[in-house]
Structures are given as structure tokens and as C-alpha cells.
């Protein structure tokens, strides 16, 4: 199978510190000039995205803040996935002076050890919220959203199934967007969990995704057997090493 789409992360997948450097952009580019589509995923709000990451026209499209906002670099669109956040909610956590606190268009974002403050709240105002993980943020999104349904919605816009996509991801909120992509791969600095569920582990970072690109233009991904979450490839074996 020809994948259609390369599906990436941003923060230690694409980027390090918060940047990208010139091989992986160039190596992204090369993908797109193959005619297959280009999808970034993260977290980030939409304006720090777009402040550590000047290049991001590079991209078809962008899921952010961790599924809830899709946007279209060339148009200059955004389409916003979910509702607000409960004001009452953002309110109360500034009240109890929850430091750091980041308010996107849908997404609430602070660091550990707040989660249980955060959880606490979301208990006592009744809220069906819930809390994602990331290597030490804590986001708070609405129910049913996270990447896989940002993801889902960027590929219907592009008339592709997330089973045209590659996924590439590195942390605890990229299970699910990896789990939808027909081929799974955690860079060399995921998580174990990540990578034990992984069509394909490559090198850390921006030369994982290079390598990753260049796999891919010469053909050397096939569709994963997995079934469910958890069954083990045919292909490469999941979480193996390289």
C-alpha cells in the first residue's frame, strides 16, 4: 500500500527545544513534493505553535491543541473542533492560582503536579472534562476529543482515511492518533508504552523523522496487520528497535 498522508507530532517528534532543524524540514519536503499530504498534530495552542514554528506552511493542515482546533496554513483558517472551555472552570483554577495556566480556544494546558487539583475541579463543577498527559503537561479537553479525532477531521478534509496515514509520535497523548494511522511509529525517545505498541521505532526526534521520510519514499512501509490496539505486526514487529 502507498500511505498517503505523513502524520506528525510536533514537540520532541518533529521539533527539539521547540525547534526544527533543516534536515528534517527539507526531508518534509520532499514528502510533500511526492504529492503525499502533510499533517502536523500537537498540543500547543495555535499562536505558540506558530511563534516557535515559522515554517508551518510547510503543512497541508494542522491539528492543535491536542485535537480540538484544525487549522489551514494557506488559507489562514481556523475551525474550531470543540466548544469553549466552562468558564467557571478556567475562573476557579485562577482562583486557586494554578500556575502555569494556558487557555486555548477549547484546550486548558498546565504542568504536574497539578492533575489532581485540576481533577478535583472538574469533580466538584460536574464537568464530563478530562485530563491528557505529555511528558508532564496536563491538558484538559472535552469529552471524545483528542488527536485521533482532530486527526480524523484534518484527513476528511483532505478526502483521506486515517489508514492512508503514516503516524509519528513520541508521548502519552499520541496513543490514540497513532492507533487510527495505518502505520504506527515512535521516534527513538518515546515513551516505552509508545513504542511497545509501534508498527516502527526509529532514531530519536528530527532524524527519526527523517528516516521515516525516506522509508517512505522508497516504498518501504506496507499497511500494518494490526487489528486492535496491542496485536503484534507482521511486519517489522512492533516496538522493534533501530
Known amino acids: 500500500m502507498t500511505f498517503e498522508a505523513l502524520a506528525t507530532d510536533y514537540d520532541e517528534t518533529l521539533a527539539q527545544f521547540g525547534r526544527t532543524d533543516a534536515p528534517t524540514l527539507q526531508a518534509l519536503q520532499q514528502v510533500k513534493q511526492s504529492g503525499r499530504k502533510l499533517i502536523l498534530v500537537t498540543g500547543r495552542v495555535l499562536p505558540d505553535l506558530m511563534r516557535v514554528f515559522p515554517d508551518i506552511a510547510l503543512f497541508d493542515l494542522v491539528v492543535a491543541e491536542n485535537g480540538a ?8 483558517e481556523e475551525t474550531v473542533l470543540a466548544e469553549p472551555p466552562p468558564e467557571d472552570f478556567v475562573a476557579t483554577l485562577r482562583n ?49 476529543v483528542n488527536k485521533a479525532s482532530g486527526l480524523e477531521a484534518a484527513l476528511s478534509r483532505l478526502g483521506l482515511s486515517p489508514q492512508n496515514a503514516v503516524g509519528i509520535g513520541d508521548a502519552e497523548n499520541d496513543h490514540a492518533f497513532l492507533d487510527a494511522c495505518g502505520y504506527a511509529v515512535a521516534v527513538g525517545n518515546a515513551l516505552p508504552a509508545l513504542k511497545e505498541k509501534a508498527d516502527l521505532v526509529v532514531k530519536p526526534r528530527g532524524q527519526g523523522v527523517v528516516e521515516v521520510a525516506n522509508l517512505l519514499l522508497a516504498g518501504g512501509l506496507r499497511r500494518s496487520q494490526r487489528v486492535t490496539p496491542g496485536t503484534v505486526s507482521s511486519e517489522v514487529g512492533r516496538g522493534s528497535a533501530r
Open 69 to 76: 482546533l484544525l487549522y489551514d496554513p494557506h488559507r489562514e
Open 96 to 144: 486557586l492560582c494554578i500556575t502555569p495556566l494556558e487557555v486555548g480556544r477549547t484546550i486548558v494546558a498546565t504542568r504536574e503536579p497539578n492533575e489532581s487539583i485540576v481533577l478535583a475541579t472538574i469533580r466538584d463543577l460536574g464537568l464530563e472534562h478530562h485530563i491528557i498527559f505529555n511528558k508532564g503537561a496536563v491538558m484538559v479537553l472535552p469529552p471524545n
